[in-house]
């Protein structure tokens, strides 16, 4: 049996949201052995909400269908549920009566655009939503399974773990899929895959993204057995450029190995603007480590605040390991710390300085300093990206960073 993941909501289509929500959904369905063939997105309109979901009742044994619970008026994905599955709607008394009690414990009085939340195509189940106002549905369509979640994220994923997948592995018997997630910097997806030939296959995926590549190994539970070994042929291929596995994040990795060392931080940034601190500082216990932030935008700012000789941006540039050299040794200096990042570089969309795309990582600690150059494609990959482009440079400069100074805290070559 194989499933389907419909995504309801004019948003997604816009590119104002990333769908976020079908991922989570097709690892869940995967760990109970239900491999999801496609993900649809749709807006908020009942016919193509119905065709969207007829197409896939006619290729999968199950569909989840996620977004369009809510109360206004575009919430309409009951609508079309019900006219796929060829079931009126009906409002459930038990369901309207749960709603008001759930409002009425929040102390609020629930609004009447509320009540169509209790409305379910005859015959389904609702399922209840242990985090939200929004209940979900269930239903049986002629042995099709239909599961019909809210949008909101963590509702979504506490029904999947509440209700959908303990449903599921009742019903489907499913072998599930074991996987296993290792996460790597500092090296392009193609050299990454050229690192891994022969290995890479049916079991083996590599997915790049933002700075990083992720390695996904996967193999049906009765075959798990092979994935440590697996696993360990690709640690030994890839070395250090394994940062972690699983949901590990680059800045939690680097916060605790300073924080084994006993070393605290400051960072410097120009054209990251203040996202590479934000990075460290989302892990918990960030004032173990870090110490300070500056972000030195303008040329002015790297003067005064810290203390890049005029002469150095003269002869070399803003752009430039010995400017991303200064900007850190000043961080550290000022900060009084044990060592310090920094970033400078082009972000775009027009070139300034320097080509857009070029960037620089510098590194300062108690004895020595170092500084590299990165290029991300340059005007021609970033042309015409605007914003995305500039953010993708952004988040990749943090992302390099990160690893450079993680590195340095293995005793790595950079």
Avoid at 301 to 308: E, H, S, T
Avoid at 335 to 346: C, I, K, M, W, Y
Wanted: charged content about 20%; aromatic content about 4%; hydrophobic content about 45%.
């Amino acid at each position: 049996m194989n499933a389907e993941v419909v995504s309801v909501g004019s948003e997604i289509l816009a590119g104002q949201i990333a769908d976020t929500n079908a991922r989570f959904i097709s690892e869940a369905l995967a760990s109970v052995g239900l491999p999801v063939t496609l993900h649809t997105a749709v807006g908020d309109d009942v016919g193509q909400i119905e065709r969207a979901l007829s197409a896939a009742l006619a290729r999968a044994g199950v569909v989840v269908v996620c977004g369009g619970l809510g109360p206004t008026h575009d919430d309409l994905t009951r609508e079309g549920v019900a006219a796929a599955t060829g079931r009126p709607l009906e409002r459930d008394a038990g369901l309207l009566a749960a709603l008001e009690r759930r409002f009425a414990r929040m102390g609020r009085t629930m609004s009447p655009s509320n009540r169509q939340q209790a409305d379910v195509p005859a015959g389904a189940v609702s399922i209840e939503n242990p985090a939200g106002t929004a209940p979900g549905i269930f239903l049986d369509a002629d042995g099709r399974l239909v599961y019909v979640l809210p949008g909101v994220p963590a509702e979504m994923e506490a029904m999947m773990r509440g209700f959908v997948l303990p449903d599921l592995a009742v019903r489907t018997g499913g072998s599930p899929i074991v996987m296993r997630t290792l996460r790597t910097a500092g090296i392009p997806e193609s050299d990454l895959a050229d690192r891994l030939a022969g290995v890479i296959g049916a079991n083996v995926g590599v997915y790049a993204s933002e700075g990083e590549v992720r390695v996904c190994l996967t193999a049906p539970a009765s075959e798990a057995g092979g994935l440590p070994a697996l696993e360990r042929e690709v640690r030994t291929r890839l070395g250090p450029l394994v940062y972690g596995d699983g949901d590990t994040t680059l800045e939690r990795v680097v916060s605790d190995l300073l924080r084994q060392r006993g070393l605290r931080l400051a960072v410097a940034e120009s054209l990251t603007g203040g996202m590479l601190a934000s990075r460290i500082v989302s892990v918990p216990g960030a004032s173990d480590i870090l110490l300070a932030g500056y972000v030195a935008y303008s040329v002015e700012a790297k003067i005064r605040d810290l203390g890049v000789p005029v002469g150095v941006i003269d002869r070399h540039g803003l752009v430039s390991t010995e400017t991303a050299t200064a900007m850190a040794l000043g961080a550290r200096a000022r900060a009084e710390a044990d060592v310090a990042l920094s970033t400078t570089g082009e972000a775009g969309p027009s070139p300034a300085e320097a080509e857009v795309g070029k960037v620089c990582v510098g590194l300062s600690w108690v004895g020595g300093e170092a500084a590299w150059t990165y290029r991300m494609g340059g005007g021609r990959a970033t042309a015409g990206r605007g914003v995305n482009g500039r953010e993708m440079i952004r988040r990749r400069t943090c992302t390099y960073a990160l690893n450079q100074l993680r590195l340095w805290l293995l005793g790595e070559p950079g």
